[in-house]
């Protein structure tokens, strides 16, 4: 990680879990970017403390209210976003927000189906939209070639839940609409990569493990994998990553995984 040289970087729902983690690695690299913008639903809220006790230590961390189901505050937050950049574009926006509600074919509804493919699929179209304009104008004020997350990406945090080929763990736990939604976004980011190619935009899914966080730990099942290490290694893959890449779902290690 110590080459991973990025100037601004959006984490949404990094109040918690996975986002946090990547809040705190990214502020404690040694090389820690110009502005770390960390959104979440209520920035004064009880849930944002620790972000808060962040920010009071790191002046380049910006709490960002956004609410990746509704539109007028995604919008909001990239005009905050841009505010806070001046005339610098934005290098890196992970889609990190999510939700996941148990279920099985037989007890799932239509109100959990729509809420999770909302929060799962489309907050992270609408926040991509949103700050497309300023992924653009990173790429375009880079002298890097090629594609990196260094120079403008969108990373989606997926997982393999959503894989097809794979379907993992069906019989630990079905979550029926959290499968469907993370299969609907692996499609989203295949059809950003083909978009956004010709703009210097790089974009990827991540599978980032299963990781030992509110959303992780689901039914009776300990998750084996811990926050920091999975954090670690998606720090370390991010930098990796190229135009040979764009469109393509990863694990946390790097590996490709089947759609």
Not at 92 to 98: P, W
Not at 176 to 196: D, E, F, H, I, P
């Amino acid at each position: 990680m110590a080459g991973f040289n990025v100037r601004s970087v959006l984490v949404t729902g990094a109040n918690r879990g996975l986002g946090l983690e990547l809040v705190k690695q990214f502020l404690e690299k040694s090389n820690p970017p110009e502005w770390v913008f960390a959104t979440c639903r209520d920035p004064e809220g009880e849930r944002a403390q620790q972000l808060k006790n962040l920010a009071s230590r790191h002046p380049n961390l910006a709490i960002v209210a956004l609410e990746a189901t509704d539109p007028a505050s995604i919008k909001a937050a990239a005009t905050r976003v841009e505010e806070h950049l001046k005339s610098s574009g934005l290098n890196l926006l992970i889609n990190n927000a999510g939700i996941v509600r148990l279920s099985t074919l037989e007890s799932e509804t239509p109100e959990d189906m729509s809420l999770v493919y909302a929060t799962n699929v489309t907050g992270p179209l609408l926040v991509s939209q949103a700050f497309l304009p300023l992924l653009k104008k990173a790429a375009q004020g880079s002298p890097q070639p090629g594609l990196s997350c260094s120079k403008a990406a969108i990373v989606n945090m997926s997982s393999e839940c959503g894989s097809i080929a794979n379907l993992i763990a069906l019989e630990l736990v079905q979550v029926v609409s959290y499968r469907c939604s993370k299969a609907a976004l692996n499609m989203l980011t295949k059809c950003q990569s083909l978009g956004y190619e010709g703009d210097g935009i790089l974009s990827i899914a991540v599978h980032p493990g299963w990781v030992q966080t509110d959303m992780g730990s689901t039914g009776s099942h300990q998750a084996p994998l811990t926050v920091d290490v999975s954090v670690q290694g998606i720090l370390n893959v991010l930098p990796t990553l190229s135009k040979k890449d764009n469109g393509t779902f990863v694990n946390w290690e790097g590996k490709v995984l089947p759609w």
